[in-house]
């Protein structure tokens, strides 16, 4: 081992260590349910509106062939 | 210090920083005393009572589902020492207070306005109920509400607890 290096494997070490905690520590990633009032608001859903949804459909039908199976339920809060 | 080393390092870093956080309040755990944190209305004692703790928020579909379940517990139970306490975690006063002024609750409800309790206690879900003894311990918790069978387990595991002798002081 090369003594001289050491401060700056330590360093190396310490950067690439801070940068991956960001990564993968669920405490600064995620949401916490007590959290979710804004995502469960009516302004997040995505068929808040009847035109825009129409619209949406009519494409999907007219130029895919595709109809139905886009709902789901609720907004984002995440309840149940 | 070779590359490997190093790299070796900065893994086992990345490994501790990937643990879990602090984990929900768990069966068997004591809930902690609901007159230690700031809390918007009153706090009852829960010293010696059997008590459900609900949390909750005003945009939550099952929440709004729930609170008849638990009207209708406090109207059978709370002559027999049940205590429900439903803790809100709104941020938003006024529908808090609509909340409440729609559903009218016969059982206790406070806001936790800091979020000091919930961050603490560390619920999943909403709504998460903890049902505590006379202890003051955890014995059971149930994430969201399923309508008539939580409704069931919820009364059969209130009585279970309210059958159990009181601890000796």
């Known amino acids: ?51 825009a949804t129409t619209m949406s459909e009519h494409i999907y039908f007219s130029r895919e062939a595709a109809s139905g199976g886009r709902g789901v339920g609720g907004s984002g809060c995440g309840c149940n | 210090m070779s590359l490997r080393s190093t790299l070796a390092l900065a893994l086992l870093g990345w490994v501790a920083a990937a643990l879990p956080a602090r984990a929900e309040l768990a069966v068997g755990d004591t809930f902690p ?45 709370a002559p027999k020492g049940l205590l429900i306490v439903g803790v809100s975690v709104d941020d938003n006063a006024a529908r808090y207070a609509a909340f409440v002024k729609s559903l009218a609750p016969p059982f206790t409800v406070v806001r936790d306005e800091r979020h000091d309790l919930v961050e603490r206690v560390r619920v999943e879900a909403m709504p998460t109920c903890f049902l505590l003894d006379r202890s003051g311990r955890v014995r059971y918790v149930h994430h969201g509400f399923h309508g008539a069978e939580s409704a069931r387990a919820f009364q059969q595991e209130i009585e279970t607890l309210l059958a159990e002798p009181a601890p000796h002081p």
């Open chain 2, 33 to 77: 005393t609901l007159d230690a944190f700031h809390l918007d209305g009153v706090a009852p004692e829960t010293t010696g009572r059997v008590t459900l703790v609900d949390f909750w928020a005003s945009w939550c579909s099952p929440c709004k589902d729930s609170f008849p379940a638990y009207a209708q517990l406090h109207r059978e139970l």
């Open chain 1, 1 to 51: 081992m090369n003594l001289r290096r050491l401060p700056l494997a330590l360093a190396l070490a310490v950067l690439a260590t801070a940068a991956f905690t960001g990564c993968t520590s669920t405490k600064l990633v995620r949401v916490q349910p007590w959290q979710r009032a804004t995502l469960a608001d009516y302004t997040m859903r995505p068929d808040r509106d009847p035109l």
